[in-house]
């Protein structure tokens, strides 16, 4: 199994007690929670990045609530 990186986020968040997890763009395709929307997080994402699912949630939402041309 690959070693998790630290991001900054990670760093400021165990600063204060708290451990924000992130994980990779495939680890994040392969749960569940965004099985039906596979293709559009599959297009938001980048590969070598790691993101918290918060984080994972408000892109979707932005996308979703997007202007149309």
């Not at 690959?2 to 392969?30: C, H, W, Y």
């Not at 599959?42 to 932005?62: F, N, T, W």
Request: proline letters at 0%.
């Amino acid at each position: 199994m690959a070693a998790k990186k630290n991001t900054a986020t990670e760093k400021d968040t165990a600063a204060k007690g708290q451990v924000l997890r992130t994980f990779s763009r495939a680890q994040i395709l392969a749960s569940g929670r965004y099985r039906d929307r596979q293709d559009l997080v599959s297009a938001l994402l980048q590969d070598g990045r790691a993101y918290g699912i918060e984080e994972v949630d408000k892109l979707v939402e932005e996308f979703l609530k997007g202007k149309v041309n």
